[in-house]
């Protein structure tokens, strides 16, 4: 493990000013599951690592002004169990529960899992493996390993929970050194590989809003192995006030997200063909991309199927 220094903070304010005082040269840390392995392989070498775990005011859930208000340090194992997640998103709580093994699910943190990294075969390795071909997009170069002669990156942003967020129309509360704001979940992906957000330096997400609308829905996910794995490919559907969403996830840099026309058979089968034909996946993964493309269909299928039967 490279060195860093280790600090701690207590509040947000206080975390911002420890930033600061690194120069730019500083992470955050939650629950560390996706930071610490990348530090671990020199994929990420900060000076210093600011752990959040300290903050209490990040760690809560409440219901506030017509939404669920989901502190980023809550745990995911702690929002699969929240009462009002169970009983108005349950395409969240089907994520939650698909997410990797219970082990993880309480170490990790919802901020964390939305904020993971993107990922690719030819990228999460050990520094030799992975600069023996060149320096890729991810890495800085000018190059893709995955997809020679591609003109950018093709890494995979691999969280379940953003998906079934981004269908509940969630947003975010970030505060940094210039303030604070709100973005649109949405409005979080750069779509570049080398720094997959739009987050500017030094700012925290804090909180993540749900309406609070009962929805139906479902999530469905493509793994290898069924007791702990990324997705590769994830497609959720919520479905509330006559109004439908459908976002797929796992294959690129930043999940795709349809609005359900209507509620009828057609619009829901278009939804479906039409994530399957604007999905790109590259061979970076341990599965094929054909296949991968072709449960893209499959999947989304399945969940808009699922969500449908339960709105009856
Ligand atoms: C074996 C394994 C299996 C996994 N399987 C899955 C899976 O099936 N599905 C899935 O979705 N994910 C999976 N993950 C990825 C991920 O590690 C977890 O989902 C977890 O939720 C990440 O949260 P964390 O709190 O540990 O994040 P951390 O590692 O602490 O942080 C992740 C990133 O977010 C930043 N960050 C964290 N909190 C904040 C904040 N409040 N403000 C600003 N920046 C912040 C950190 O600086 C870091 O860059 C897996 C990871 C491992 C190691």
């Not at 752990?51 to 929002?79: M, P, Q, W, Y």
């Not at 349950?90 to 964390?112: D, H, K, V, Y």
């Not at 000018?142 to 379940?160: H, L, M, Q, T």
């Not at 969630?170 to 604070?180: K, M």
């Amino acid at each position: 493990m490279p060195k860093f220094e280790y600090r701690k903070a207590d509040s947000v304010t206080a975390a911002i000013a420890l930033y600061e005082g690194y120069k730019g040269q500083a992470s955050y840390l939650a629950g560390g599951t996706d930071l610490i392995p990348r530090v671990k392989s020199r994929l990420s070498t900060p000076t210093a690592v600011i752990d959040l775990k300290g903050v209490e005011a990040l760690k809560t859930i409440s219901r506030h002004g017509g939404s669920l208000v989901i502190g980023a340090n809550a745990t995911l194992f702690a929002l699969k169990n929240d009462a009002t997640v169970q009983e108005y998103f349950p395409a969240l709580r089907a994520s939650l529960e698909a997410t990797s093994c219970e082990a993880l699910q309480m170490r990790g943190t919802i901020g964390g899992n939305i904020l993971q990294n993107t990922r690719c075969l030819f990228y999460n390795q050990s520094l030799a493996w992975r600069t023996a071909r060149g320096l890729c997009f991810k890495m800085g170069g000018e190059i893709c390993n995955a997809a020679p002669g591609a003109k950018r990156c093709f890494s995979n942003y691999c969280s379940d929970n953003a998906l079934p967020l981004l269908t509940l129309s969630a947003t975010l509360a970030v505060s940094g050194p210039q303030g604070e704001r709100k973005i649109k979940l949405e409005k979080l992906f750069s779509g570049k590989g080398k720094n997959p957000f739009t987050l500017l330096p030094g700012e925290i997400l804090t909180e993540i809003h749900i309406p609070l609308k009962k929805s139906q829905g479902a999530y469905e996910k493509l793994r290898v192995r069924g007791s702990i794995d990324y997705p590769l490919v994830g497609a959720a559907v919520s479905v509330l006030g006559g109004k439908g969403r459908v976002a797929v996830g796992g294959i690129g840099l930043e999940p795709l997200v349809y609005d359900l026309k209507d509620l009828e058979g057609d619009t829901l089968e278009e939804a479906a063909d039409k994530a399957c034909q604007d999905a790109k996946p590259v061979a970076n993964a341990v599965l094929t991309p054909a296949y991968r493309k072709k449960m893209v269909r499959v999947l989304a299928q399945r969940a808009i199927r699922k969500t449908m039967q339960e709105a009856k």
